[in-house]
């Protein structure tokens, strides 16, 4: 597997650079000579070949003078005039047509190539670079036959030919549009006719093309990059996007709000970020997980590269293990969940990578407090692919070699990640990525104990797009994630634990747009899940350790969807999606059945039953509806209704207040049911004075089946008879969120409060599975509320303010309710779980970003980023405990950052 | 769980972390019974006290549970009866009752119109104990590497027979003492004081191939306590204990030792193996227990150098030895005498009578095995 790694990376970094061709120009002077003359004289001296069908041009007579003129230019000036169009293809050859083509006049002078491709009913347009370019598809003499033809294309950052998505397509004479996905194309059906098509995106300067559609084609836009160095404070979506959107619980966040954000320790983190994002809770700074919408920290699928992501932190949670360089943006489905995600019950949180610049070498390096990072990317081929390669690494030794405590500084602590994304256009009509991602951890406590996680992604997505109305996304990826923990301190007892899960998934998306706003997206996956739940090896020829591999659990989690959109009308637009997702517990494996009148204990035993290799031990399947509407109630108000079911056949076990990356995963099998959750939810989304603010609120109310609890002091890992330690559970989630933005100036900010609330019930038979008496209680990450206030000061172009606040309730803990003295020891007694509260939660933190020069002169560009974490030092309480001093109960408050911590980070890109 | 360390020097590492007290506001008043019992294979009086657990803001003494009545059974029907010694505190007649391993007991315990029965509990055989060795390590306390001398003590065993996999230990520690004053002669100034394990100290051995414990750490203890000055003594049980019984000492283990990190198990109720026959709903905390035992005793000689523990606790005043002293002998004691330069002598006082006496606080008998044992020492 490692080595399969290597070779990816080695790939990925072979310069297959290739030189370009160029076409010569064309000069000369003609006074009514037939156009077979300048045809001949323009192959001549531009060393290119120039086709075209003798009888229409016939007729046509040259005069014109030109110097140094683009061949194409010249071609198409004298044939457009006469209702022919002309072409280039990749050669630089020109091909003239009468019926169908695209005109594209200026490209030569642009100086860029262009990318076309011809399809049975339309030629494919070329990029188009000119603001304000007037576009003919198509022959004005089908105008006459009146209805409606397809217009579709990609649009991409004119800087490094990257997709933008989310970019909004409007027709501003019909007030109608669409947006792009995520690979920037679009799609949209209209009436024949002449248009102006309206370009936006963030971070992009707004665009717009005079069209004249006479038939169906595309056109590809390269918005250009808003050179502004200050970012946008906090944006989620672009304004039609917004409006239009289907979901109400859908947030996206770009990579440049992410950075602006102050941070714990310095450097930029996803995972933080997200939970500023309103309805996404945690149980407390520095924890791995984070929870959405009231589910539990397993139910949230993190999709890299297109493949799940199982441990998503490093420093046990105190950073993300995403190298923020590599993120283009995050998406987070919370609810609305489109049909193609599935897999988990809470949230999707789409890592959408950033494609490596396929024009120019560039790159970046930084350094935190805690690391460092280094990142390159440049064009493989120009235009055509690219790579892009970011290592980020730790010197965390270093600082903890320099700590007071003899078993902190005997203690090492260090992690590393790389990632390495390769793009290739295949074809005019397909795009392949090959991507990879390793990730490691390793903590040494005090010489002899060895913690060490990893984590591999590996995957290969190919896109092709069949027509401008049928696109298709294929992938096939592998997520490989183990930990390990060795103690070799008395050798009889030298030993190691491991635990494994691996994933393999294949899928295949397709996007079929029907025209009129219809819409039907459709595929399938199959995912192939292997876990070792837990493997103990002596690691000493003298250890007495018996070795025990606890059986290896096999499952195929399978699921096929469709998904069709439709626009009912101008105002409403509504999706209907089924999702028939199943899951097989495969041999070999042995399953264990209890007496049912009888909690599942070693006494309830009665009976096993062994399944041969590639049996089914057990089934399961499940249609899951996903329904969105979405109403405009006027032009800037719209109204969305959701409904989802999810299903989840994958869970973590772990009982402690926060996860952990020695948590183990754990498949769905005879006795363990799938988890399944229902949400409905509503939102109205307000766009307020020309989207300068913005307001949106949603409403959820969720209920969550078959979720896993766990008998006091269960033991976890290595147990082969876990559901004895398991019990049933299941929740109750309702809240209530609300966003205020204030979208432009140079004074951005996004207020977030949710108010929200979150049961937990045991639904056990027997005494030992009950939990606070089977009644419903909060869980450990509920807050009820929850506010957040984040500012962007734009002060001048070289710096930027940022500050975020953060009030929270504080979390449900459970406080003991008396105890007594056994033999000498003192016992505490707990009473009924989470039935009291920590303090509230209050932060309050600051960053100021000093931007270099901003010349484009300049070789390379540096950020300053100062920030103040907790600037008024306030010790907010993470976690109480207990303990028996002098003959009473004493407790005692731990805070984990307690007090400001300031960081500095230094960031050049080149 | 050492993640708690590691977090803890995590924490240190953004050198921001903090622990504060915290009073919590909690309301509850509840008390409910409590059990401490244990059964033997020992030739001895056994004792079941019964006390009420006490509610988190009271600081008094535990409220013993009185005129309880105590029955122990047995799986063959025989039943033995525990009569209240102190209030709260029921023994046995050593003459009648005696555990023996493979018989299974079970306690019943009849107060106040309630009836409270345990688990039946299987006595097992505990395999004796191959060695309590002690040895002396240099521990690191700061980063300008000084170090310090730590006595830790460990235990070793094995079970040929591969049956008791579930190890408990309980030791009781003795050791003599000092008060370093010169003037002491008319006092008692050696004196034995004795202590018991406070800690859960439990070993499996599910994850071994043989049925053994190999260096089990019981205590360590450095020179801030004077247990390493004279002689020590340790006398180490070694119980042998059912599974149920194993899961309730890790369980409370685990909840115990909670410091608030993020990888705590979040806690939970430990129930005991006593209940109310008639109502569920009426706990009863604490546990009977039922183990064979074997016990062994090691003997250790000055194992550390003590600073004076005392002197400054002591002495109170210093005056000139021919000074009247009010009081002196009945409230005030002259602990030792010491001469300037000059050859002036002084009196160093004391109004601490422990600190002439420490009978005070210790035992002036010597144990009766304490001579005898440190001779086949060494």
Same mark, same amino acid.
């Not at chain 1, 949180?349 to 120019?360: A, C, F, M, P, W």
């Not at chain 2, 205590?219 to 599974?243: A, C, I």
């Given at each position: ?6 070779? !990816? ?216 990059e808003r050179i502004i160095p200050i970012r946008e404070a906090i944006v989620t979506a672009s304004r039609r996007e917004k409006l239009d959107r ?31 994002m309103p309805g996404v809770k945690s149980v407390g700074e520095g924890s791995a997980g984070f929870n959405v919408r009231g589910g539990s920290s ?22 993300? &293990? ?71 690494g730790t010197y965390s030794n270093w600082v903890l070699g320099r700590l007071p405590d003899a078993s902190v500084r005997n203690s090492r602590a ?43 992604? &590996? ?100 699921? !096929?969807? &469709? ?55 057990? &089934? ?86 078959? !979720? ?203 | ?6 977090? #803890? ?7 921001? #972390? ?223 204990? #059912? ?47 039922? #183990? ?87």
């Open positions: 597997m490692r080595n399969a790694f290597l070779i !990816l990376i080695l790939l990925l970094l072979a310069p297959l650079t290739r030189a370009q061709v160029k076409t010569g120009t064309f000069s000369g002077r003609y006074s009514g000579v037939p156009f077979d003359t300048l045809a001949l004289s323009v192959e001549r001296k531009a060393g290119i070949r120039v086709f075209y069908n003798p009888a229409w041009t016939g007729d046509i007579r040259v005069s014109g003078n030109w110097e140094n003129a683009s061949p194409l230019g010249v071609i198409d000036r004298v044939v457009s005039p006469n209702g022919l169009f002309c072409i280039e293809d990749e050669e630089g050859n020109i091909i003239i047509t009468r019926n169908f083509t695209v005109r594209r006049s200026f490209m030569r002078e642009a100086g860029d190539s262009a990318v076309m491709a011809m399809t049975d009913t339309v030629v494919t347009a070329a990029e188009s670079l000119l603001e304000g370019e007037v576009i003919t598809l198509g022959n004005p003499a089908d105008l006459r036959q009146g209805g409606k033809v397809v217009l579709s294309g990609f649009v991409t950052n004119s800087a490094t030919g990257e997709p933008i998505q989310g970019a909004s397509v409007q027709v501003r004479e019909l007030g109608t549009g669409v947006m792009t996905n995520q690979e920037g194309y679009y799609v949209i059906t209209l009436p024949r006719g002449s248009y102006r098509l309206e370009y936006r995106s963030l971070g992009s300067h707004d665009t717009f093309r005079s069209v004249n559609l006479y038939a169906g084609g595309r056109i590809n836009i390269a918005m250009e289907l979901e109400s619980g859908m947030s996206r966040m770009n990579i440049q709000t992410i950075r602006l954000s102050p941070s714990s320790l310095g450097e930029a983190d996803i995972i933080k970020s997200v939970l500023l397993d139910q949230n699928l993190i999709l890299l590269y297109g493949a799940p992501m199982y441990n998503s932190s490093h420093f046990f949670g105190f950073f993300s &293990a995403v190298n923020s360089e590599i993120i283009s943006d995050v998406s987070l489905y919370k609810g609305g969940i489109p049909a193609q995600y599935g897999g988990r019950v809470s949230s999707i949180l789409e890592i959408t990578e950033k494609d490596g610049n396929r024009k120019e070498f560039t790159g970046n390096a930084g350094v935190s407090m805690v690391a460092a990072h280094l990142t390159l990317e440049g064009p493989v081929k120009k235009e055509h692919s690219s790579f892009l390669v970011a290592a980020r260090g992690f590393y990640d790389i990632n390495s994304h390769f793009v290739t256009d295949i074809g005019k009509n397909s795009l392949l990525e090959l991507s990879a991602y390793y990730s490691h951890d390793d903590f040494r406590f005090n010489r002899d104990t060895v913690y060490a996680y990893d984590n591999l992604i &590996a995957s290969a997505r190919f896109r092709h797009t069949f027509s401008p109305s049928l696109l298709a996304l294929f992938t096939l990826g592998n997520s490989h994630y183990r930990y390990s923990v060795s103690n070799s301190r008395i050798e009889d007892y030298a030993g190691r634990m491991e635990h494994m899960v691996n994933t393999t998934t294949a899928v295949a998306g397709l996007t079929w747009y029907l025209g009129s706003g219809h819409e039907l997206k459709f595929g399938g996956e199959a995912n192939l899940h292997l876990i070792d739940p837990g493997t103990r090896t002596p690691i000493s020829p003298l250890s007495v350790i018996r070795p025990l591999r606890i059986d290896r659990e096999a499952g195929v989690e399978t699921a !096929l969807y &469709a998904d069709y959109k439709a626009d009912l009308g101008a105002r409403l637009t509504a999706r209907a999606g089924l999702r028939l997702s199943s899951f097989l517990a495969l041999g070999p494996g042995t399953v264990y059945r209890y007496n049912p009148l009888f909690s599942k204990e070693p006494g309830s035993l009665t009976d096993s039953v062994k399944y041969r290799a590639g049996s089914v031990m057990k &089934a399961y399947a499940s249609p899951e509806v996903r329904l969105s509407l979405n109403y405009l109630l006027t032009t800037d108000i719209s109204l969305k209704l959701n409904y989802n079911r999810t299903c989840q056949y994958l869970h973590l076990l772990s009982n402690t207040t926060a996860i952990s990356p020695t948590d183990t995963w754990k498949m769905s099998d005879y006795h363990i049911r799938p988890q399944k959750g229902d949400q409905v939810a509503a939102g109205l989304f307000f766009d307020i004075a020309g989207n300068k603010y913005e307001i949106s609120l949603d409403g959820y109310y969720k209920w969550l089946h078959n !979720l896993i609890d766990y008998k006091g002091g269960a033991r976890l890992t290595m147990n082969q008879l876990i559901e004895q330690d398991i019990i049933p559970a299941e929740g109750r989630s309702y809240g209530v969120e609300f966003m205020l933005k204030k979208n432009v100036g140079k004074l951005k900010s996004t207020l977030n409060y949710t108010w929200s609330n979150v049961r937990l019930r045991s639904t056990g038979k027997f005494s030992s599975e009950i939990i606070n008496g089977g009644s419903f209680y909060p869980a450990s990450y509920d807050r009820p509320h929850d506010l957040s206030l984040q500012v962007n000061w734009l002060w001048s172009r070289r710096l930027s303010w940022s500050t975020n606040l953060v009030y929270s309730t504080g979390r449900p803990v459970t406080y003991p309710v008396t105890w007594y003295n056994h033999d000498g020891l003192q016992v505490i007694y707990y009473s009924d779980r989470n039935q009291y509260r920590l303090p509230d939660y209050i932060r309050w933190d600051l960053s100021m970003s000093i931007y270099g020069s901003l010349k484009a002169s300049r070789l390379f560009r540096s950020t300053w980023n100062i920030s103040l974490y907790n600037v008024t030092g306030r010790e907010n309480v993470y976690s109480v405990f207990f303990r028996i001093e002098n003959g009473k109960i004493r407790g005692y408050a731990l805070s984990v950052f307690g007090r400001t911590i300031p960081t500095v980070t230094y960031r050049v890109d080149f | 769980m050492k993640i708690r360390i590691i977090i #803890s020097a995590l924490y240190a590492l953004a050198a921001a #972390s903090c622990i504060s007290q915290f009073t919590p506001e909690i309301v509850t008043q509840d008390r409910f019974l409590t059990v401490n019992g244990l059964i033997t294979d020992e030739n001895r009086r056994y004792e079941i006290k019964l006390t009420y657990s006490k509610p988190l803001d009271e600081t008094s003494a535990e409220e013993p549970a009185r005129g309880a009545i105590v029955t122990i059974l047995d799986d063959t029907g025989n039943s033995w009866a525990f009569t209240e010694v102190k209030p709260g505190v029921y023994k046995s007649d050593s003459t009648q009752f005696r555990g023996t391993p493979g018989y299974t007991y079970t306690l019943r315990v009849q107060h106040k119109g309630s009836e409270y029965q345990s688990d039946p509990c299987l006595l097992r055989a505990a395999p004796p104990i191959d060695t309590v060795t002690h040895e002396i390590l240099d521990r690191e306390i700061n980063a300008s590497g000084v170090k310090k001398k730590v006595v830790r003590v460990a235990v070793s065993s094995h079970d040929p027979g591969s049956q008791t996999h579930y190890f408990r230990w309980t030791f009781e520690e003795t050791w003599e003492l000092h008060l370093p004053f010169n003037l002491l002669d008319y006092y008692t100034a050696v004196c034995w004081t004795s202590d018991k394990s406070h800690e859960i100290l439990i070993a499996n051995t599910e994850a071994l191939k043989e049925d053994r414990i190999t260096d089990f750490t019981l205590t360590e203890f450095d020179n801030s306590s004077d247990r390493g000055q004279y002689k020590y003594s340790m006398l180490v049980h070694q119980h042998s204990v #059912s599974p149920e019984e194993y899961e309730f000492w890790d369980k409370v283990k685990k909840v115990s030792e909670n410091t608030g990190g993020l990888y705590d198990v979040i806690p939970a109720a430990v129930p005991g193996n006593v209940k109310s026959t008639s109502d569920p709903s009426d706990l009863v905390l604490g546990y009977f227990s039922v #183990s064979g035992v074997t016990s062994k005793r090691i003997f250790i000689r000055s194992p550390l150098l003590v600073p004076d523990l005392y002197h400054d606790k002591c002495v109170e005043e210093v005056v000139p030895r021919n000074a009247p002293i009010i009081g002196l002998g009945t409230e005030i004691w002259a602990i030792n005498q010491i001469a300037d330069e000059f050859g002036n002598l002084f009196w160093e006082l004391t109004r601490n009578k422990a600190c002439i006496d420490c009978a005070m606080f210790a035992s002036n008998v010597k144990p009766d095995y304490w001579d005898e044992g440190f001779r086949q020492y060494k």
